[in-house]
T-cell receptor, first 113, second 112 residues
Framework: KAGVTQTPRYLIKTRGQQVTLSCSPI?????VSWYQQTPGQGLQFLFE???????NKGNFPGRFSGRQFSNSRSEMNVSTLELGDSALYLC????????????FGPGTRLLVL | GENVEQHPSTLSVQEGDSAVIKCTYS??????FPWYKQELGKRPQLIID???NVGEKKDQRIAVTLNKTAKHFSLHITETQPEDSAVYFC???????????WGAGTKLIIKP
């Protein structure tokens, strides 16, 4: 079974731009969570989607948004990029939610200049 | 809401010795406690988990213990090896939270 994939793997943007990241979960997984990871920091929860519905959202500004499609693929969007948004963005999929094994993708490394 | 504290932030042990990482949680309703390992430059991977109806779980050199009364759970690694060097994250959740609450991570260094 193919693992979780994320595209693109690397991105360089400038302040004020917007970016869209994509996550394809493992086939059959309906839950997708997104995390921001900065050097030396833990996993900061962004949001979780299940069957196209956002079930939970972390403490991030409204510039961070996401969605999930009927095939469970998910995207996250960051508008009006700031320097502090530079980070590794990880998505994780599971069959149905947080109480099951989370399978992480390789991440998208975003650099904002 | 739930809060998970993880200690220590860095742990250095001699190869072959044991390592213990401890996490405390605040929400007594939490019922699922996984541990993830993230090697340098790689994605986090589940290494072991425990549910609230179990006090201890073992998988070869790795074990997790849960003390519901004290609201803490610990990861035990015996006979440490160089490949155990990584950052370890604990987490907790309830069945209605739809979100894992993560500890800050412990960098485990195995000295040869």
């Amino acid at each position: 079974k193919a693992g979780v994939t994320q595209t693109p793997r690397y991105l360089i943007k400038t302040r004020g731009q917007q970016v869209t990241l994509s996550c394809s979960p493992i086939s059959g997984h309906r839950s997708v969570s997104w995390y921001q990871q900065t050097p030396g920091q833990g996993l900061q929860f962004l949001f979780e989607y299940f069957s196209e519905t956002q079930r939970n959202k972390g403490n991030f500004p409204g510039r961070f948004s996401g969605r999930q499609f009927s095939n469970s693929r998910s995207e996250m969007n960051v508008s009006t990029l700031e320097l502090g948004d530079s980070a590794l963005y990880l998505c994780a999929s599971s069959l149905a939610g947080a109480e099951q094994t989370q399978y992480f993708g390789p991440g998208t490394r975003l650099l904002v200049l | 809401g739930e809060n998970v504290e993880q200690h220590p932030s860095t742990l250095s042990v001699q190869e072959g010795d044991s390592a213990v990482i401890k996490c405390t949680y605040s929400d007594s309703a939490s019922n699922y406690f996984p541990w993830y390992k993230q090697e340098l430059g790689k994605r986090p991977q589940l290494i072991i988990d425990i549910r609230s109806n179990v006090g201890e779980k073992k998988d070869q050199r790795i074990a997790v213990t849960l003390n519901k009364t004290a609201k803490h759970f610990s990861l035990h690694i015996t006979e440490t090896q160089p490949e155990d060097s990584a950052v370890y994250f604990c987490a907790a959740t309830t069945d209605s939270n739809y979100q894992l609450i993560w500890g800050a991570g412990t960098k485990l260094i195995i000295k040869p």
